[in-house]
């Protein structure tokens, strides 16, 4: 067991990987001298040459696109994203391309590319850098789609994103990056707690609340504080945002008879609309209150010094935990 | 350059624009013609080597192969006015760009059309029943890409460069010698992704030719609307050699690209082949070109038709035989049947088949939707019980 930083423990992942399956390339702007800007990929291309750990022109298209190219000729591209906000000129190629391909040639043609994308805001940056650009990709099927939350999933689940035959968007929480925690290197991962598994990281009993990537520790300390109060929150770790895992949250619907689900993504059509919907449809009569979100707002991801406004917050998930238990709250007395 | 396993090569050191542009074979905007369109044979000092090995028989069996794709085309567009295909996108006067190229492949060399190369597709080995398929609606896929070394067709304009140019890459990392050839149009050399891909080919001189058939009309768009200087001028820009070549000259397409794929697997990197030709019919059955189109245009191409001058070159050499023509018609006649027999007689998909391969692993909100749809499906065999509700 080694006390790793998160941005090590994909580093680690990535390494392993690497080791392992010779058919492993990353890819991306920036990833080889700098070891990307965040530093993920660092050392990578000093110990594995030029030709896996690939510096790639500044073009995302092409990224991806080229990713196409060598899983077509058997290779199993890593592709690095440099920030959220900077996805979306691949977007074509993630969604008609990457996302389509197996289904597209009746299974004959597999598309195992991992493409990592630093997400979520937190960090004082500049426009285009805090974007939860996650519920796209959860609409679009062909693709797999998970964020990490701890170092240990982010070692884990990144070596699993990569053995995935099927294409892996892999959400990494930026502002966690540098938070360290236990990771067991030798884990086995044909033991490990599978890609499309939930966790149930806060056992309770009067809510359950759902969280994923940077917002997990989050939901987990406004756990520990509703405890202060007597009051018992399960918190739930998706992992994976497609598809999400939804017995583990029906189990605990149905134990609580409540559901909060937080994201700092806008929340109109965002991932809490799906899962208000079908965990309503599942577990209607369970059900002691409406469902709530606690999301980011319906705007472009604001300039820093109001970015604490928009992003969920301990307090804010609290007062929706309130709203759930019919205790006091800020829409007490609001109709509808 | 990404190039050998042991990973000595790196892209950082292959050489810069400029150095490697070198481009003495694109001067003034030349078109190449090996042959005229009065089936004359033009000799070329350098691009005739590239050809030597094409003698009477040869030209015999391209003249074949152009009459038959364009019979497929024929047979193809009564079916689709006959109800029998959704759609089908006519490659009507560009026979001699396909089968010029697609002659000039190895079987290992790997091939991503976009979606007018059915005859690219028929020279590579797939079924015409593959190939209607698509257009009936009976099948996203057409054939299996790694048998015939084929992608499958590619709607979105210009994507499949980058496919072509990161399998080179892969190609590259393998040490191999195999060429990768993409196929787009000139509307396509508008999309980002075919920037994209030359910057891509040329800094990591990846084994890939760009060929680029520029049959003047992307739908209703003129080429002039796609671009203020001619298509080959423009991979220049990105370091990549490039050629003009008569579209409508099979001898020509196909010195042109035997040098371009040489060039590619003798580590030379990409290269830009456009290809000038004409697109004779709608860009699909579903468009009327005579809303956009002078006909005086269409005339004007007409008499450069590539089938037709490759007729007056056998007629000039005495090759036009009526053992030559009977032996073509029947081929022709052969492939039209079939592909009409089996498009005819395909079998309907089956409605659960909707759910398949969307994944290559189990997915669960797949697999729930998939139940529930089987259930529904089901409900209409089961009586309806009284008061069962």
Not at chain 1, 258 to 268: C, F, K, P, W
Not at chain 2, 77 to 87: H, I, K, M, P, S
């Given at each position: 067991m080694s006390k790793l930083t998160f941005a090590r423990a994909i580093n680690a992942g990535l390494r392993k990987s690497l080791e392992n399956d010779p058919k492993v390339v990353l890819i991306g702007e920036d990833i080889g001298s700098l070891g990307g800007v965040f530093r993920v990929t660092d050392g990578l291309q000093k110990d594995f040459g030029k030709h896996r750990v690939i510096d790639s022109p500044l073009a995302e298209s092409g990224i991806i696109g080229t990713a196409v190219g060598l899983a077509y000729r058997g290779y199993r591209p890593v592709c690095e994203i440099q920030f959220d906000g900077f996805i979306y000129p691949a977007f074509d190629q993630i969604v008609s391309q990457v996302a389509k391909m197996h289904y597209r040639t009746q299974g004959r043609v597999k598309m195992p590319i991992t493409i990592r994308v630093p997400f979520g805001g937190g960090i004082g940056s500049p426009e285009h850098h805090s974007e939860s650009p996650e519920a796209y990709f959860t609409h679009t099927s062909g693709l797999r789609v998970v964020a990490v939350s701890n170092p240990q999933d982010a070692y884990t689940m990144i070596q699993q994103a990569i053995a995935s035959d099927d294409p892996v968007l892999y959400f990494e929480p930026k502002r966690r990056y540098h938070d360290k925690g236990d990771v067991d290197e030798s884990i086995d991962l044909s033991n490990a707690m599978p890609l499309d598994k939930a966790a149930v990281v806060n056992a309770g009993s009067d809510v359950t609340l759902v969280a994923y990537g940077p917002l997990?520790?989050?939901?987990?300390?406004?756990?520990?504080?509703?405890?202060?109060?007597?009051?018992?929150?399960?918190?739930?770790?998706?992992r994976s945002l497609a598809p999400v895992d939804y017995?583990?949250?029906?189990?605990?619907?149905?134990?609580?008879?409540?559901?909060?689900?937080?994201?700092?993504?806008?929340?109109?059509?965002?991932?809490?609309?799906?899962?208000?919907?079908?965990?309503?449809e599942r577990c209607f009569n369970y059900l002691e209150s409406a469902p709530v979100r606690i999301t980011g707002f319906d705007v472009p991801y604001p300039y820093s010094k109001l970015e604490m406004h928009h992003l969920p917050n301990l307090d804010r998930i609290l007062d929706g935990v309130d709203r759930t238990l019919g205790r006091p709250n800020s829409l007490s007395g609001l109709e509808g | 350059m990404l190039t050998d396993k042991a990973g000595k090569g790196v892209q950082n050191d292959a050489p810069r624009p400029g150095q490697s542009a070198q481009n003495p074979l694109r001067t003034g905007g030349n078109l190449l013609q090996l042959v005229s369109p009065e089936g004359e044979r033009i000799s070329h000092p350098e691009?005739?080597?590239?050809?030597?090995?094409?003698?009477?028989?040869?030209?015999?069996?391209?003249?074949?192969?152009?009459?038959?794709?364009?019979?497929?085309?024929?047979?193809?567009?009564?079916?689709?006015?006959?109800?029998?295909?959704?759609?089908?996108?006519?490659?009507?006067?560009?026979?001699?760009?396909?089968?010029?190229?697609?002659?000039?492949?190895?079987?290992?060399?790997?091939?991503?059309?976009?979606?007018?190369?059915?005859?690219?597709?028929?020279?590579?080995?797939?079924?015409?029943?593959?190939?209607?398929?698509?257009?009936?609606?009976?099948?996203?896929?057409a054939w299996d890409p790694q048998r015939i070394n084929m992608a499958t067709p590619q709607i979105i304009i210009g994507s499949q460069s980058l496919h072509a140019t990161g399998y080179a890459m892969g190609v590259q990392l393998d040490g191999a010698s195999t060429a990768v050839l993409a196929y787009f149009g000139d509307g396509a050399t508008s999309e980002g992704d075919v920037s994209e891909a030359m910057v891509f080919a040329a800094s990591f001189q990846a084994p890939v030719v760009f060929f680029c058939q520029n049959n003047h009309w992307a739908i209703s768009e003129p080429v002039r609307v796609q671009s203020h200087v001619q298509l080959a001028d423009r991979p220049t820009g990105f370091g990549i050699p490039s050629l003009r070549v008569d579209g409508n000259d099979v001898l020509a397409v196909m010195a042109a690209t035997r040098w371009a794929l040489d060039r590619a697997r003798s580590g030379g990197g990409p290269t830009f082949i456009e290809a000038v030709t004409y697109r004779m019919g709608p860009h699909t059955t579903a468009d009327d070109p005579t809303r956009y189109r002078d006909p005086n245009e269409l005339e004007d191409w007409a008499a450069k038709d590539p089938i037709l001058r490759l007729r007056r070159l056998l007629d000039v050499k005495g090759l036009l035989t009526e053992d030559l023509e009977g032996r073509v018609k029947a081929k022709a006649d052969a492939v039209a049947a079939e592909l009409r027999n089996s498009c005819v007689?395909?079998?309907?998909?089956?409605?659960?088949?909707?759910?398949?391969?969307?994944?290559?692993?189990?997915?669960?909100?797949?697999?729930?939707?998939?139940?529930?749809?089987?259930?529904?499906?089901?409900?209409?065999?089961?009586?309806?019980?009284?008061?069962?509700?």
């Open positions: 997990v520790k989050t939901a987990k300390d406004a756990a520990q504080a509703a405890a202060d109060e007597g009051i018992s929150v399960e918190v739930i770790d998706l017995p583990v949250v029906e189990a605990s619907v149905r134990k609580t008879g409540r559901l909060v689900i937080t994201h700092e993504a806008g929340q109109s059509g965002g991932l809490g609309a799906e899962i208000a919907a079908s965990i309503t | 691009f005739d080597l590239w050809i030597k090995d094409i003698g009477d028989e040869q030209l015999g069996s391209l003249f074949e192969d152009m009459t038959v794709i364009r019979r497929i085309d024929t047979e193809a567009t009564a079916l689709q006015r006959q109800g029998e295909l959704a759609l089908w996108p006519p490659l009507l006067g560009q026979e001699a760009a396909q089968i010029g190229s697609s002659r000039s492949l190895r079987d290992d060399d790997f091939v991503f059309p976009s979606y007018r190369e059915s005859g690219v597709a028929y020279i590579r080995g797939a079924h015409v029943s593959e190939i209607a398929q698509v257009w009936r609606g009976n099948a996203l896929y007689n395909m079998p309907d998909p089956q409605p659960l088949d909707v759910f398949n391969h969307v994944y290559s692993t189990p997915n669960s909100w797949i697999e729930r939707q998939k139940d529930h749809y089987s259930r529904y499906l089901n409900s209409f065999n089961q009586p309806v019980e009284e008061g069962a509700l």
